[in-house]
């Protein structure tokens, strides 16, 4: 009997460790993608990259390959990872794709970037937050400059709101977050949530999920403001290398995204607990939530 226990806690370690390597070569290929889609860059700045590269490959194996958590939220929760990898992957990747339509006039990048572009002018209307990015701009910017990041910011929102339905889709199709398995533990999934201190637990899970989806809302709005401050405060606002366009536009359309996934999660299982609770009579212990 011992025996076979040690087997299978060794097949779940060498699973657990296959799965963290393998997340780790995703967010290298993650990383790198925009130094080796955008045309011009040093080789300093590649350097950087990799640098940056294997800091977040060891940073995700050491939390897939432990057994506990350590910041990484919803780890046990599938799919909701894997739809914002998915997104955060495919605004880099299309946003570098469209970064080299002025030297590869191809098929797939003249195509998304008209896709960009008409998004872009679709929703860059005044007060809109696309019309809040393009105004990151100064004014004597040269035009295409201008059209380039329209189509960044048309592309990434588009990106944020298909994933966001996704979610939202997953969450209709599927008895998330009891996605093929039989429990969710709090605990392993919000490591940063502590469910035994500051009062009733879906009290504040609902309280959580208001302010996360109200800072997702304000979010693409801010952020724009922030960089014209934070520029002025400098005194100047140097023409920005590409690729910080490309991760700055993806940060400024991922980050509200995935506020409102987590939102919309965090709602969930408050909504979960409860209805455990009312079922039982008593309330979930230990941040241990189970379902028939």
Known sequence: MNRTVRIAEEEALVKRLIGAIVRACLIVML????????????????????ILA??????????????YPS?????????????RFLSLFA???????????????SLP???????GIL??????????????????????????????????????????LVSVAIFLIALRLTNWPFYRQSSFNVWVNLPTFDP???????????????????LGF????????????????????????LQTMIWTVTAWAFLPASLFMRGIAMQRIAVMISDERKRNGTPARNGQLVTA
């Open 31 to 50: 990383i790198a993608t925009p130094s080796i889609l955008v045309p011009g860059v040093s080789q300093e700045g590649g350097q950087i990259v990799a």
């Open 54 to 67: 294997l800091a977040g490959a060891a940073l995700t194996t050491f939390e897939y390959a432990s057994t």
């Open 71 to 83: 910041i990484v939220e919803f780890r046990d929760a599938r799919p909701f990872n894997r739809i």
């Open 91 to 105: 605004s880099i990747l299309c946003l570098s794709i469209i970064a080299r339509s002025p030297i590869d006039p």
């Open 109 to 115: 990048v003249e195509f998304l970037t008209a896709i």
């Open 119 to 160: 998004v872009g002018q679709a929703i860059d209307f005044p007060y809109s937050p696309v019309r809040a990015v393009v105004s990151l701009l100064p004014p004597d910017a040269p035009f295409a400059d201008l059209v380039q990041l329209r189509a960044f910011a048309g592309m990434s929102y588009l990106i944020s």
């Open 196 to 214: 035994t201190s500051g009062g009733d637990i879906v009290r504040r899970l609902k309280r959580d999920a208001r302010w996360n989806i109200a």
């Open 218 to 241: 304000l979010l693409p709005f801010l952020t724009p403001f922030l960089v014209l401050e934070t520029a002025a405060l400098f005194d100047t606002f140097e023409v920005i290398e």
